[in-house]
């Protein structure tokens, strides 16, 4: 069950790639039904095929190469899924032997959801407020699956061995305080992907040759009432609500940089007591790699390899946090254990 929870987490990273390749090369809506295509199971290619798709849906002609993507991205997806369901069955069956049931089962509902979620980005015609929850929806069943990994390892003495060193438990909120960051910031990112406000600025440490773009419009461009439609393929919002989208993604950035560059720098100083090096030094590397590909993607304007990588190493980035805080609590829980071990035995002793 773990090793399936562990392909679960990868085939995750996967799909969140591939959702990117679908956004960044303009295929949302390269299908215009749910959940197949123009009413096929794959994209229609004979003559015949693309006459009866373009009767179907005459206001969307059939575009083979955007099509594609699409269901590329939903047969990933739904493969994904699958695997999501058979680990929730499986441990529903085998509950007895103290596998974890709730977990799996939560993850299985999630699925539904984002696969819901799916549907709408479709149905509604990519709506940004459902295209950046569904963006966040994968995330969040990405780390979920990584947790269901790790606590179905902790599980086994021949893949885990014993925690050792010691860790201070103040480090325990700020790390769920780094946490909290890296999700906003996520979010950030997906809401700029949404509004298609990633080529706003073109430029650096500058955007627009301006430190603080004197026009920039952040009530249009964090408005969440926008109307449904007609279709926000391209974007809908004016460039001065997307600079501003923009300028807060890389304030955003900067104050992740800081906050982790000073935590990990503190934690850094414990690892030898701690034995947290090898989870500290991930956290570094991601997040540098991640700050490097975003200022490639500006660099550049936006290259798709390039981009795809920064939604991937955002996943990465993410992971890395989360395995850190994994550990740490790993860490403070022995700690408390072998405190509370001997004032056990003392009380018995003098009892």
Not at 107 to 128: E, R, Y
Not at 149 to 168: D, K, M
Not at 211 to 218: G, I, L, T
Request: with cysteine; charged share 10%; net charge positive.
């Amino acid at each position: 069950m773990g090793t399936w929870a562990l392909i679960a987490a990868l085939l995750a990273v996967v799909v969140i790639m591939l959702g990117a390749w679908t956004r960044l090369v303009h295929a949302g809506l390269g299908c215009p039904d749910w959940p197949g295509c123009y009413g096929f199971l794959t994209v229609p290619q004979s003559e015949s095929s693309i006459a009866i798709a373009n009767a179907r849906f005459p206001e969307t002609p059939v575009d083979v190469e955007k099509g594609w993507p699409e269901m590329i991205h939903r047969y990933a997806a739904g493969t994904l899924g699958l695997v999501v369901f058979g680990l929730a069955a499986y441990a529903v069956r085998h509950r007895k032997t103290g596998v974890p049931v709730k977990l799996p089962l939560f993850i299985a509902g999630f699925i539904i959801l984002q696969g819901a979620f799916g549907m709408w980005t479709v149905t509604l015609k990519l709506w940004p407020q459902v295209v950046a929850l569904h963006l966040l929806g994968g995330f969040t069943t990405l780390t979920l699956l990584t947790l269901l990994a790790l606590r179905l390892r902790a599980r086994s003495p021949y893949r885990n061995p014993p925690v050792s060193g010691q860790t201070s438990p103040a480090f325990s909120p700020w790390l769920y305080a780094g946490l909290f960051l890296i999700v906003v910031q996520i979010a950030l990112g997906a809401w700029t992907a949404a509004n298609y406000a990633a080529v706003a600025c073109t430029d650096l440490p500058t955007c627009q040759g301006q430190w603080w773009p004197a026009d920039m419009d952040f009530q249009h461009g964090f408005d969440v009432t926008q109307h449904v439609g007609p279709n926000y393929l391209g974007g809908q919002l004016t460039n001065d609500g997307r600079v501003a989208i923009h300028v807060t993604h890389r304030l955003g950035a900067m104050v992740v940089l800081g906050y982790f560059a000073v935590l990990l720098a503190l934690m850094w100083r414990r690892r030898q007591t701690s034995g947290l090096s090898g989870a500290i030094g991930l956290v570094a590397v991601a997040l540098a790699a991640q700050i490097g590909l975003g200022l490639a993607n500006v660099f550049f304007n936006i290259p798709l390899s390039i981009a795809v990588a920064h939604n991937a190493m955002g996943a990465g980035l993410l992971l890395t946090v989360v395995h850190l805080i994994w550990r740490n609590h790993k860490l403070v829980q022995a700690h408390t254990a072998d405190a509370t071990h001997p004032t056990t035995i003392n009380r018995e002793v003098t009892a």
